[in-house]
């Protein structure tokens, strides 16, 4: 069974630094594109960024390029956000979620239950 | 960047009612390569179709999904009462990957 848990949310003020870690378990990590994903409080999905399976390929929405980054780590089975320059936008529950395949243009189908971000002065 | 439309924004119908969601693309969706989800709130999304039309593991035959290019549909074919919640439309097949601001289906 996929299980995804997230950490690293919290209050940050704006133009400060947060790290969100995803540990995965009951999968081969190593085989699967990772995504994240985040919704902002009463409001629809926005997709962040993916990974490719081996970290070869990354790709980040518009809304975040040059502030965040993903990454992962195959040895430790865990998925990795940087987010710098944070902005009251960015608030948000982030989700980290398994692409159905090892490439990127494959869809989220497992997903972790989310780290609550919220950036605030 | 693709922008995804939904209509309608809020779907109300009754338990055993056939449901029709609309996801309209900007431009064209590389390969087809459009999911649909479904949201209950407080709850993580759930896969139901990938690649425009193949349904993901474990779900029931009464979700279909069709189109191609830049016109896309959910059909639900009778509604149950589980089924009652947000359906987001998803490409994945141009970065950066788009959500639609999804269709809310409720209980007339």
């Given at each position: ?23 995965a ?8 594109a ?88 | ?24 693309a ?6 087809n ?21 193949n349904r993901?593991?474990g ?10 290019g ?39």
């Amino acid at each position: 069974q996929v299980q995804l848990v997230e950490s690293g949310g919290g209050v940050v003020q704006p133009g400060r630094s947060l790290r969100l870690s995803c540990a995965a378990s009951g999968l081969t990590f190593s085989s699967y594109a990772m995504h994240w994903v985040r919704q902002a409080p009463g409001k629809g999905l926005e997709w962040v960024a993916v990974i490719s399976y081996d970290g070869t390929y990354k790709f980040n929405a518009d809304s975040v390029k040059g502030r965040f980054t993903i990454s992962r780590d195959n040895s430790r089975n865990t998925l990795y956000l940087q987010m710098n320059s944070l902005r009251a936008e960015d608030t948000a529950v982030y989700h980290c979620a398994r692409g159905l395949c090892s490439s990127t243009t494959c869809p989220a189908d497992s997903w972790g239950q989310g780290t609550l971000v919220t950036v605030s002065s | 960047e693709i922008v995804l439309t939904q209509s309608p924004a809020t779907l109300s119908l009754s338990p055993g009612e056939r449901a029709t969601l609309s996801c309209g693309a900007s431009q064209s969706v590389s390969s087809n390569y459009l999911a649909w989800y479904q949201q209950k709130p407080g709850l993580a999304p759930r896969l139901l179709i990938y690649d425009a039309s193949n349904r993901a593991t474990g779900i029931p035959d009464r979700f279909s999904g069709s189109g191609s290019g830049t016109d896309f549909t959910l059909t639900i074919s009778r509604l149950e009462p589980e089924d009652f919640a947000v359906y987001y439309c998803h490409q994945y097949g141009s970065s950066p990957f788009t959500f639609g601001p999804g269709t809310k289906v409720d209980i007339k």
